[in-house]
């Protein structure tokens, strides 16, 4: 089994205050699973925290019993156990992003849905992110509540787990040879923000962060530079403060 670290760190609400992180992490011993719970904009929803537990813990049973099947497959069935038990409806439900990985002793296979991103450290790079999420708020488009629900698991817009099983279809998946992996991060986007928007580092040098000092050594300094900026003036964002997890996977065991 690789070495596995974690490390995570509640953000604060919409209005501000500190409340539970809505980011969940399952460690299996053959697995990793990071989801991110979407801050629900309305009162009348449960909170995205809620989903995103429920779903990280049917992910884990299936991942437990159906070890070899396919992630999106897997995916689908946890989105449609979760809904049914819950009587959770497609459009008026909370949401979170997915992140899995999964190896055995030839291959290790990853999925992502929605902005919570994986980094294979291999010999040509690895890099498995959605993007879609983010070309849309380049393009404007994600600027109210009304916005983010129209375009929510549309073809036109992004998708991301919530009541429908079949957004699990439009998860994006790669898998490597376990004999080129270094380190695996799985990251949610309070951490993947630090690289894609404030540029404090890249993905290489987290990694070289996360082996000498620690997953938290990476959130912390995520955490310094929004303290900076409380107004968000240099980096507008919606809350001052984004629930944080980091997952590194050391395949390789040794600093680089």
């Not at 990251?187 to 630090?194: F, N, Q, R």
């Not at 620690?214 to 240099?234: I, K, Y």
Request: charge should be negative; include cysteine.
């Amino acid at each position: 089994m690789p070495g596995i670290k974690v490390a995570e760190q509640a953000g604060v609400g919409l209005d501000g205050r500190p409340r539970p992180t809505e980011d969940h992490v399952v460690v299996l011993d053959h697995a990793v699973v990071l989801l991110d719970g979407a801050t629900s904009p309305s009162p009348d929803l449960p909170p995205g925290g809620w989903y995103a537990g429920l779903l990280a813990g049917e992910l884990a049973r299936l991942l437990r019993e159906r070890p070899a099947d396919d992630l999106r497959l897997l995916l689908s069935d946890a989105i449609a156990a979760v809904a049914g038990t819950h009587r959770l409806l497609p459009g008026s439900s909370p949401s979170s992003t997915v992140a899995m990985l999964r190896w055995d002793d030839e291959r290790v296979d990853g999925l992502v849905l929605a902005d919570s991103p994986i980094v294979a450290f291999t010999p040509d790079a690895g890099r498995l992110a959605d993007d879609r999420l983010a070309l849309l708020r380049a393009a404007g488009r994600l600027g109210t509540a009304a916005e983010v629900r129209a375009l929510r698991n549309r073809p036109e817009g992004f998708w991301v787990a919530e009541a429908d099983p079949a957004a699990a279809t439009h998860a994006l998946c790669r898998s490597w040879p376990r004999e080129a992996l270094r380190a695996v991060l799985l990251a949610s986007d309070g951490v993947s923000v630090g690289v894609d928007d404030y540029r404090l580092f890249d993905w290489p040098e987290a990694l070289r962060l996360a082996r000498q000092r620690g997953p938290q050594a990476v959130l912390d300094a995520v955490r310094e530079a929004e303290t900076g900026d409380p107004a968000g003036e240099r980096w507008p964002r919606a809350k001052r403060h984004d629930d944080q997890a980091l997952v590194l996977v050391d395949f390789a065991g040794r600093d680089e």
